[in-house]
């Protein structure tokens, strides 16, 4: 769990897990892993001008259809089911699951899967974050695990299951070009001793991690789907997902 912070994070990957949001922090020196109950709890462990990369959709389209989810399909290949449809702005109602579907159905011609619907609280929650008085519009960056993997292997998607042995292993390898093999042991074993498998997994603290070393990168060295173009939903949140450059180094 969150303690003995030493220093403020200047960069930070975070991304959901069952016990709240695993947060991967970088002070300038050093990394550390977290577990947090909620996204709330980040923000005093931020530098004023922190970057954060975080895994969940940030802006909704009214109508369900966001083209930098399409475009992140297309990069991913074989991996683009990981991408999975983000649900219409309609759906952040505090509705049953039934309801929900069908209203999407009637205005946007689809409905909500059951995996977006589940994550609809955590979207809700950013979604307060960012738009509170006092972080109004906090520039956080919209990121994609996998998209961050297949970009730092040179645009090759993963060929193995990140929940697998395989599919760690071949993320571990990738990131440790960017923090030491040691360090990722160190960071995983420890957040694993601490906090239950159940409430936060192996492959949710990696996926923190890349996050975070994209949000480490120099701003030269991350791009946005779509390309060309920034699109805002009706409230004003860009809908964009962040990823390195291929060509980005440690």
């Not at 975070?14 to 947060?23: A, S, T, Y």
């Not at 892993?33 to 969940?56: F, G």
């Not at 994609?144 to 993963?158: D, I, V």
């Not at 042991?185 to 694993?192: G, S």
């Amino acid at each position: 769990m969150a303690s003995n912070f030493r220093r403020s994070f200047i960069a930070a990957g975070i991304d959901g897990c069952r016990g709240g949001w695993v947060c991967a922090g970088w002070d300038g020196e050093r990394w550390s892993l977290h577990c947090l109950p909620d996204l709330k709890s980040v923000i005093p462990l931020l530098e004023a001008q922190a970057t954060v990369c975080v895994d969940i959709p940030i802006g909704l389209s009214r109508d369900g259809f966001r083209e930098c989810d399409q475009a992140a399909r297309r990069l991913l290949g074989k991996r683009s089911s990981s991408v999975f449809p983000v649900p219409p702005r309609l759906a952040l109602a505090s509705l049953p699951y039934e309801e929900i579907n069908l209203a999407s159905k009637a205005q946007c011609g689809k409905g909500v899967s059951k995996q977006a619907f589940y994550l609809l609280p955590k979207i809700r929650e950013a979604e307060a974050l960012l738009r509170s008085s006092r972080h109004n519009y906090l520039d956080w960056l919209e990121t994609h695990p996998e998209l961050c993997f297949s970009s730092f292997n040179s645009g090759m998607p993963m060929v193995d299951n990140k929940k697998t042995d395989a599919g760690y292993r071949e993320r571990r390898r990738i990131l440790a070009r960017y923090i030491s093999a040691r360090t990722i042991d160190r960071l995983v074993r420890n957040l694993m001793n601490s906090v239950p498998r159940s409430q936060c997994a192996r492959d949710d603290m990696i996926d923190a991690l890349v996050c975070g070393v994209v949000a480490r990168l120099d701003a030269a060295d991350r791009c946005f789907l779509p390309e060309g173009k920034r699109e805002l939903d009706e409230v004003g949140l860009p809908m964009r997902i962040c990823y390195p450059q291929p060509t980005a180094s440690p």
